[in-house]
């Protein structure tokens, strides 16, 4: 084969490596950005903080955003009240977890608030140290505090005693020579331990276990016996079954219902070990002079400069370190990319702020629809650069604290021939089932039907959707005595 040499003419997209940082660090949220400076602090010496600086100093004085000016003004009028922005609440069902009569998800509000002591304590005191320090204060030999502690090492967070006792014995050495009947002993002694139902093997355990110490309660008897025997029919809600299980009245019922709702199905989780998140709002928005703006968060951006002392001795330098000089570009090269990024996401922000405007005036049940090629068309920018900025920042404002991308969504026809923002449909069922009659819960075929006489047409599909993604339980689940 005769090599031959060839003049070949092609186009390529090249990135470069300040283009790769800038689009690094607009998909990055506020946390892992703070990471990443971090990183490029402790590698250039040419980059410092800048804690003087009452608000960020950039590679240029100026936001190159029309916004920033309204920006500005507005720091010092919002800074004092950004402390008071209320979060977004979040709605919890008291008896929830009571729908799955194997599953545990949380105990009811009321009961939560009753434990609040327990909970603080159990921030600082794990489950097994609680409970080891509880087998500490018993009269039990040697022997019987091994196997309650050999029994407190195999639960779960929960508090559950998950293996059953027979798979338990089979791990224990042969020569130890322990019998069923000692563990049996010793699980006993555990139950009667704080908090009241550790050491159950399941949801019914669990709650017997605690009524025992309400025997005090009239309506003690009959949760025990539901409790004990009619457990997944009360999950059900099927009380007309549950009238000729007992044969007891509605009030009894009720009671009895009242009392196993406030019981914890998981009384183990209150010592769980669980890392709090914070959420850092990247933009903040208020209402000045009757107008909503958008304006960044002070406490997000983060304050950089070039560090004078090495830009003074490199420019002194009549051949400049090699080194040095390529970290004086990064250094350069990041606090721009830092400012632009932030100028994009303040940009998408206030464009948002203006398509959602009446969202702010009357909540989520003006929501209109809005997908990313609407703000990317009004702003000149492509379609992935709004998905980047949308994703993982958030936004302080009035009503609470939302992720960017929490103000796009789909649509839903109505009769007029416009459109209706999903999440303002969504609002207008929870409207619905909360008003509703506990006695006679609406059904999604209901909720349908009226959605459609106020010209909104939904299938009843797709409230079961909407209802399922709200964490709504259907009709049955709802029905109260």
């Known amino acids: 084969m005769k090599p031959v040499l060839q003049l070949k003419l092609s186009q390529s997209l ?5 283009l790769q940082q800038a689009i690094k660090l607009l998909q990055m949220s506020t946390l892992e950005m703070e990471q990443e400076i971090e990183r490029v602090l ?17 590679a240029n ?5 029309p916004l920033s000016a309204s920006a500005t003004s507005a720091e010092s009028t919002a800074a004092d009240e950004q402390s008071q922005l209320p979060e977004s609440p979040a709605d919890v069902e008291d008896d929830r977890w009571l729908q799955d009569a194997g599953s545990f998800s949380g105990a009811g509000r009321d009961e939560e608030d009753d434990r609040d002591a327990q909970d603080t304590h159990a921030g600082t005191v794990s489950l097994r140290e609680h409970l080891s320090w509880q087998l500490g204060l018993t009269q039990l030999n ?4 091994s196997l309650v502690r050999f029994l407190i090492e195999a639960l779960n967070d929960d508090g559950y005693l998950s293996a059953p006792l027979e798979e338990l014995l089979d791990s224990l050495p042969r020569d130890y020579a322990i019998e069923l009947q000692e563990l049996e002993i010793a699980l006993r002694q555990l139950q009667n331990f704080d908090p009241p139902g550790i050491g159950a093997r399941d949801l019914r355990e669990c709650l017997l276990l605690q009524l025992k110490d309400r025997s005090g309660d009239p309506a003690c008897a009959l949760a025990q016996e539901i409790a004990d025997q009619h457990l997944d029919v009360l999950a059900a809600r099927d009380f007309a079954r549950l009238r000729r299980l007992t044969r007891q009245k509605d009030e009894a019922i009720k009671a009895a219902q009242t009392l196993i709702v406030s019981l914890n199905p998981r009384p183990g989780a209150a010592y769980a070990s669980l890392e709090a998140r ?39 330098q009549r051949r400049g370190d090699g080194k040095l000089s390529g970290q004086l570009q990064e250094a350069r090269w990041m606090i721009k990319n830092v400012q632009q990024r932030y100028d994009t996401i303040l940009r998408v922000s206030q464009t948002i702020v203006e398509r959602q405007r009446q969202f702010f005036e009357h909540g989520e049940i003006a ?39 929490y103000f796009f969504g789909s649509h839903v026809a109505t009769e007029a021939g416009g459109a209706c923002s999903s999440t303002a449909t969504r609002a207008l069922i929870k409207q619905l089932i909360s008003n509703e009659s506990s006695k006679k819960p609406l059904s999604d075929s209901k909720i349908s039907e009226i959605l459609g006489q106020q010209g909104i047409v939904v299938a009843r599909r797709t ?13 049955n689940l709802r029905k109260t005595l």
């Open 61 to 65: 004085s100026e936001f190159n955003s």
């Open 367 to 405: 929501m209109r629809p809005l997908i990313l090629r609407e703000i990317a068309e009004e702003l000149d920018l492509h379609e992935s650069t709004i998905s980047r900025v949308t994703n993982q920042k958030y936004m302080a404002t009035p009503r609470g604290i939302f992720e960017l991308k």
């Open 142 to 145: 040697e022997r019987d505090r």
């Open 42 to 58: 402790l590698e250039n010496p040419l980059l410092e903080r800048n804690e003087d600086s009452e608000f960020p100093v950039t």
């Open 278 to 316: 914070y959420i850092l709002p990247d933009v903040v928005v208020k209402k000045l002079k009757g107008q909503w703006v958008a304006y960044t968060n002070p406490d997000a951006f983060p304050r950089l400069r070039i560090n004078r002392l090495y830009a003074d001795i490199l420019a002194k």
């Open 463 to 475: 409230v079961a959707k909407y209802r399922e993604s709200l964490n709504i339980p259907p009709t």
């Open 14 to 18: 090249t990135l470069t490596p300040q």
